[in-house]
């Protein structure tokens, strides 16, 4: 079972950049594919970004691509989403997840061990 806990997140103004960060525990971290994911209030879970167990491969919603990076560190048992470019709509509870072997690959039926989120908002 992996556990995960984001940070990074904060209040930033348009056209700024934070970067995220989640911590997972367990050893099996490595063999994961990993994803991103947001809510803003009033609104579903949507997909953000996601990452391969190797890093080679990645995917991003068409909302962000150009604008933020994620990447991992398997040896830290880290991944990261690198946030440029921020708009007013970016604002939102940004969480990490592990990809399951079922579901969507970039829906949240396709992802568990939910952490417990970071809070980003962006300024107009």
Known sequence: QVQL??????????????????????????SYGMGWFRQAPGKEREFVARISWSGT??????????????????AKNT??????????????????????????SSGPSGFGSWGQGTQVTVSS
């Open 5 to 30: 806990v984001e940070s990074g997140g904060g209040l930033v103004q348009a056209g700024g950049s934070l970067r995220l960060s989640c911590a997972a525990s367990g050893r099996t971290f490595s």
């Open 57 to 74: 491969s990645t995917y991003y919603a068409d909302s962000v691509k150009g604008r933020f990076t994620i990447s991992r560190d398997n």
């Open 79 to 104: 991944v990261d989403l690198q946030m440029n470019n921020l708009k007013p709509e970016d604002t939102a509870v940004y969480y990490c997840a592990v990809r399951l072997g079922v579901g969507s």
